[in-house]
């Protein structure tokens, strides 16, 4: 069974982009739960003293991502290396020498929030920003040395993870539940994009709530 770097079948990157821009900028997702938010098969992330067997199906799915995230994120730490530096440097491990905007369009993310978080990686060393043929508009974003060695101190981190994950599942299972995840995204695919025709979209998250 070839998975990729996080467990994830190779091609099938875009099952992570339900992360939203600020999540993945200020590492939220792996650390938007404290230490003390204990989930139980008995006990909801919330609180509620509900089985998870009664929940909602985006709920499981979001506590399972939560935890691929936050698992890993501690393993990530030994080495320095944060769980939004990591989303960044598995796709440059893949392809580097791509532009900043073709950087966002994998990862599914708008262009300052990839720019803010290149900015850290570049001060980290992990990366180096190139102009080519004189224009200065378009930065193409390669590894440095320490960014492309990391590939093989971290990647095994995150086979780890999902072999955690799904100890005790056999495989059979586990290839039947990547299908059904695809399948599912690819209706939600579908729905966002019908809703996009009707003139809606995603609204920033930092804007909801605010009063008008």
């Known amino acids: 069974m070839s998975t990729g770097d996080d467990g994830l079948a190779r091609g099938d990157e875009h099952l992570w982009r339900e992360y939203t821009e600020a999540e993945l900028a200020d590492d939220g997702l792996a650390n938007d739960a404290s230490s003390d938010d204990k989930v139980t098969g008995k006990t909801s992330a919330s609180g509620d003293q509900f089985p998870l067997s009664d929940e909602r199906l985006a709920h499981v799915v979001r506590l399972v991502a939560k935890g691929f995230s936050r698992c890993l994120q501690i393993r990530l730490a030994k080495h320095g290396i944060s769980f939004g530096h990591w989303t960044y440097l598995r796709v440059l491990w893949e392809q580097d020498g791509i532009t900043q905007r073709d950087l966002s369009v994998r990862l599914g993310l ?92 995603m609204p920033s998250t930092r804007h909801l709530g605010e009063s008008k």
Do not use: F, W
């Open 110 to 201: 708008m262009e300052p929030t990839v720019h803010t978080a290149l900015t850290k990686m570049l001060k980290a060393g992990l990366i180096r920003r190139e102009h080519k043929d004189g224009n200065k508009k378009k930065n193409y974003i390669y590894l440095s040395e320490t960014g492309r060695s990391l590939r093989a101190e971290l990647e095994p981190l995150a086979v780890e993870v999902n072999e955690v994950a799904s100890e005790g599942l056999p495989d059979t299972l586990v290839d039947q539940l990547r299908s059904a995840l695809i399948h599912m995204y690819e209706n939600l695919s579908v729905d966002e994009a019908n809703a996009v025709k009707q003139g809606l979209s």
